[in-house]
């Protein structure tokens, strides 16, 4: 179960979802997802797969032997072969090799890659970019504003206003661009998910008045404290996972909260976790 839930939270954090999609149909056969956004579709996921429900699964897969339950005995071996199906399902319908209809060789494009190589090029280094296409954090610093610009203008020769940030709606996703300074961010305020991962942020103040993320990732920073996260108060998934963080109780004032990313931190909340729990949030740690 925890590989399971760690694909599945691997398949969140990079927001596909026709395969977040295919799990659900996969593990809940005859219910339609086809209109659930993400989100959804992950915590419902992630509520019956958590690792921490091995012990009551097992005792309701015993029940259902004794009690000769086909159907729900069913269901428990379809979440065993689930990522295995999922994986082959999706690797059909979504793989398709394009150069053989069109003819193209490796020398007519750039390819991105998944995985990274040890060997790059000077070029590669000064640009910022891995080996393969994949941006580093490691490599060069930007701040908020010039982040948004690289990743949604490009080379554009154009200024970012304040207008142009608050006109911003729905995802922003800003991962791996070495961000320390946030200023600019307090502007986006109708953005619902926000993906900061992979940065260098220490510092949340910015983040305050964004009433209506639902989502936030904020893992792989630098982050020590996040009372500023008291008022987002539509706040459902948060990833703070490692960062530094000690002190967690503000989640508890967070009354949508339903999952918590905290892996890698040095938590001193554990009474905070258990109430977390209590309260139906589901956390990793």
Known sequence: M??????????????????????ADTL????????????????KLIKT????????????????????????????????????????TYEQRFAYDFTEEYRFGEEDFGYDT?????????????????????RSAREYEFDFI?????????NMDYTLSPADLAAMEGELSIAGYGITDTEGLQFCRSITRMDLS???ISNLYDIQGLIYLSELLLSDNQIEHIEYLRDLENLEIIDLSFNEIENIDVLLVLDRLQF????GNPLQSVETIRELSRRGVVIIR
């Open 260 to 263: 918590a990313d905290l892996r």
């Open 28 to 43: 809940f056969q005859g219910e339609n997802h086809g209109d659930v956004p993400l989100n959804k579709i992950f915590v």
């Open 146 to 154: 010039r982040a948004v610009k690289a990743e949604y203008l490009g």
């Open 198 to 200: 992979h940065n260098r």
């Open 114 to 134: 998944w995985e990274y190589s040890d060997s790059g090029s000077d070029e590669d280094e000064e640009s910022g970019v891995e080996s393969g296409g994949r």
């Open 49 to 88: 797969i958590h690792p921490d429900r091995f012990a009551a699964h097992l005792n309701t897969v015993e029940h259902a032997y004794a009690q000769q339950d086909s159907e729900l005995l069913s269901f428990y071996s379809t979440m065993l072969k689930m990522e295995t199906a999922v994986r082959q």
């Open 2 to 23: 925890k590989e399971l839930a760690g694909a599945v939270l691997d398949i969140y954090k990079t927001g596909n979802l026709p395969k977040m999609r295919m799990y």
